[in-house]
């Protein structure tokens, strides 16, 4: 795709699931990728499979250094790293505020490091790995949904302030995808998730598919535009059907 090639990319959190699949497509497209993961023997070993650069660290702290590594210039980012935070709305303020700030603030500070130069020049890509939680729910995770739904807010607003200015935007949001992250997700990820989780190769296409068209919303289950659209014309209905959801799950011992 020549919209990547020579492209400099970085991708957090992509140390395994839907971060190394995306790392994997833009390098096999021709980009120059930076690969970022809290875990150093996760991010070099990623690195070095598709020949990037490995910057290990918090995702927040290391536009700087990924911005050096490629030369002074960053075109793409992707705002990947993310917790799959569950618990209700008893769950412990640490968990709140962690989820907040990875799922939320991390995607702040990010473009705020980016944007002045992107706005300078005219052009710049964000990749907002969200969660089709972040348009809909997810039962047994308020923190991940919640704080979802703010990574899908903020993706939204970048797009609409800056498209005029060059700054292309990109919201992903599937569903079930087969990571870690559906791992932990346990006995509501098993009930909701695991029956149409795709593979993370599949988002990656979901991807370069929007990039190719230039659209904002990434949707690897078209299903998701249905349930998004019934959420907005018909909240009770949806609600209840969410509800009867979330009962089946207490009624499975969750």
């Known amino acids: 795709m020549s919209t990547v090639q020579g492209a400099g990319v970085v991708v957090t ?7 190394a699949a995306l790392a994997r497509r833009f390098a096999a497209e021709g980009a120059r990728v930076v690969v970022n993961d809290l875990d150093p023997g996760r991010t070099k070993a990623v690195a070095e499979e598709i ?6 660290g918090d995702a927040s702290a290391i536009v700087e250094e990924a911005r050096e590594a490629l030369g002074g210039t960053v075109d793409v980012w992707c705002a990947n790293a993310g917790l799959a935070s569950p618990g209700d709305a008893f769950a412990d303020e640490a968990v709140w505020a962690a989820a907040w700030d990875v799922n939320v603030m991390a995607h ?3 473009a705020r490091a980016l944007l002045p130069d992107w706005l300078e020049r005219g052009s ?3 990749v907002s790995t969200v969660s089709a939680a972040g348009l809909l ?3 047994g995770a308020a923190p991940y949904s919640v704080s979802k739904h703010g990574a899908y807010a903020f993706a939204e607003w970048l797009s609409l302030t800056y498209r005029h200015r060059g700054v292309k935007v990109h ?3 599937p569903q079930g995808v087969r990571t870690d992250m559906l791992t932990a997700a346990g006995s509501a990820g098993e009930l909701v998730l695991a029956p149409t989780a795709i593979e993370p190769e599949d988002v990656a296409d979901s991807l370069f598919d929007a990039i190719a068209s230039d659209r904002f919303l990434v949707l690897s289950h078209p ?4 349930y998004y659209r019934a959420r907005a014309t018909d909240p009770e ?5 969410m509800n009867h959801i979330q009962r089946k799950w207490e009624g499975a011992g969750a």
């Open 13 to 19: 959190g992509a140390g395994g699931g839907i971060g």
């Open 51 to 56: 020949g990037a650069t490995a910057v290990a």
């Open 108 to 110: 702040v500070r990010a």
């Open 124 to 126: 710049g890509r964000f």
């Open 137 to 139: 729910t997810m039962v």
């Open 171 to 173: 919201a992903i949001c």
């Open 223 to 226: 299903e998701v535009a249905d």
């Open 237 to 241: 209905r949806w609600l209840g059907n």
